[in-house]
């Protein structure tokens, strides 16, 4: 079954996810059957389009949705049945803001520590605060500041109570580049100290940058959970760039058979094939070039990027889709993306 993604399942897992299903009031399912282990110290990525189902899932882990079907265990705790201690080890940082309040970002980070029940720690919140740059805006009300800062508060509220276990779900949506920057450093500062992240993000470059590993999510369904190196090198392929010698006026009947496509301004030949392969098809490519006498004066190879395999992955294959292209021959899954 895609949904299950049973591969991933290890016993060293922070949290786990259960046969974990979600149907709003209204009758949507947001949530079908999800089975997903967190390994304890990775940073995991959670792609998937809008309305996915990925705040649903953070939402349910961290208690604050219920779930329809399903269980959630967090270092050991139910989060329904044990909520208190399993929430404790969690620290979330929400998509939405809701932070206009009149109290400074001192007392709120502070507040939220004492929360979770952990002792007052004014060196350590002090610590977060100019980890994130908010040192100086201390003693500003909350209100009174832009929405990048009050972000930072967000991400300074969840880790007030030091969480083993951090959620940042769409961290980078309308922050600036330094606050992306200083963030990133963070989660790679908190992860080399032991916690485990698990962030969604629209920004696939960043999971691509950061990830342990990535998990897609499309209406619903865990469709696909896999270590990022794993993931890239299993469905990449890969493209040869030929820049011609000469333009070309459109490509001969003699290469049809090919999966060649010709540049705009004619100029360049792209030649896409499964890096998988032993055999790449290059050296004959070639060859048949040379009868056609097409020359070319450079030649350039690229890896299909993450984007590429999230991009064909979302909007190609339903679930179904994917069974019936698992019994297909493996060199022809994605020659036609
Ligand atoms: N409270 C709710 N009641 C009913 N339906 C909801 C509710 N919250 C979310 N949904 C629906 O559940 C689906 C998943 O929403 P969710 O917020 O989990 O998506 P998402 O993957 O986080 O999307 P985005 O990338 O836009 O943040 C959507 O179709 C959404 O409309
Ligand atoms: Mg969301």
Redesign the pocket.
Known sequence: MPSTASTSLSSDAVVSVRNLS?T???G?Q??KNINLDIRRGEIFALL????????????IICGM?NASEGTVVADGFDTVRDYRAARSLIGLVP?ELHTDSFETVWATVNFSRGLFGKAPDPAYIEKVLKDLSLWDKKDNKIMALSGGMKRRVLIAKALSHEPKVLFL??PSAGVDVELRHDMWRMVRKLREAGTTIIL?T?YIEEAEDMADRIGV?RK?ELILVQDKHTLMRQLGQKQLVLTLQQPLASLPSALATWSLALSADRQTLTYTFDAQKDDTGIAQLLAALSAEDIHFKDLQSSESSLEDIFVSLVHEKTADEMDKKKQEPKNERRVAA
């Open positions: 979600k709003y009031a209204g949507f947001a949530l998937g389009p809008n309305g996915a189902g990925k705040t649903t899932l953070i939402s949705a998509q779900d769409e969604t629209h999510i619903g």
